[in-house]
T-cell receptor
């Protein structure tokens, strides 16, 4: 079935370190891919998205490229800040007329000063 | 602030009871989604409504039901509650049912004792 496999956490980095959170997917058809972020005590917020192969989504210094050949959508940031500490979710949408998202298990990131 | 309002924020109840969770979507959004976030299952899609009609169904138990009212707010009813129903329940909304980003509320934390 359709699913998202996400890098296990938690991840702890020092401020200004490079971040990669791996995400791979399995889907029939051509899904849209998303990264959502959940800050403590809040709901999920859309971080970035890509709707077709080779698209790059970017926002707030985060980037992810839709790689059809490797069925991946890895999240990267060149220099993390303490304020980036949150749980990050990779997700896909099948674009079948319904917008329901399939989420990965989430990766908790903690950035220490 | 996503503009999606969920009430109550916390709910504690006993096994066998019934509860109703309420969601007001962002102004202008016609589609509402319900998700369950638990430690062992992660984020699971339950059900989607668009303009009062059911649009898509996910892993929603028969003990659970939902509806979207003419004013577009939605309610999720959970009955015959079990300990395993303890989770964070998120509502999300979007402008259209198939392509626009989802905006999440802050969730209702349900504890079944």
């Amino acid at each position: 079935g359709d699913s998202v496999t996400q890098m296990e956490g938690p991840v702890t980095l020092s401020e200004e370190a490079f971040l990669t959170i791996n995400c791979t997917y399995t889907a029939t058809g051509y899904p849209s891919l998303f990264w959502y972020v959940q800050y403590p005590g809040e709901g999920l917020q859309l971080l970035l998205k890509a709707t077709k192969a080779d698209d790059k989504g970017s926002n707030k210094g985060f980037e992810a490229t839709y790689r059809k050949e490797t069925t991946s959508f890895h999240l990267e940031k060149g220099s993390v800040q303490v304020s980036d500490s949150a749980v990050y979710f990779c997700a896909l949408s099948l674009q079948t007329g319904a917008n329901n998202l399939f989420f990965g298990t989430g990766t908790r990131l903690t950035v220490i000063p | 602030d996503s503009g999606v309002t969920q009430t109550p924020k916390h709910l504690i109840t006993a096994t066998g009871q019934r509860v109703t969770l309420r969601c007001s979507p962002r102004s202008g959004d016609l589609s509402v989604y319900w998700y369950q976030q638990s430690l062992d299952q992660g984020l699971q899609f339950l059900i989607q409504y668009y303009n009062g009609e059911e649009r898509a169904k996910g892993n929603i138990l028969e003990r659970f039901s939902a509806q979207q009212f003419p004013d577009l707010h939605s309610e999720l009813n959970l009955s015959s509650l079990e300990l395993g129903d303890s989770a964070l329940y998120f509502c999300a909304s979007s402008v259209d049912p198939s392509n626009s980003p989802l905006h999440f509320g802050n969730g209702t934390r349900l504890t079944v004792t």
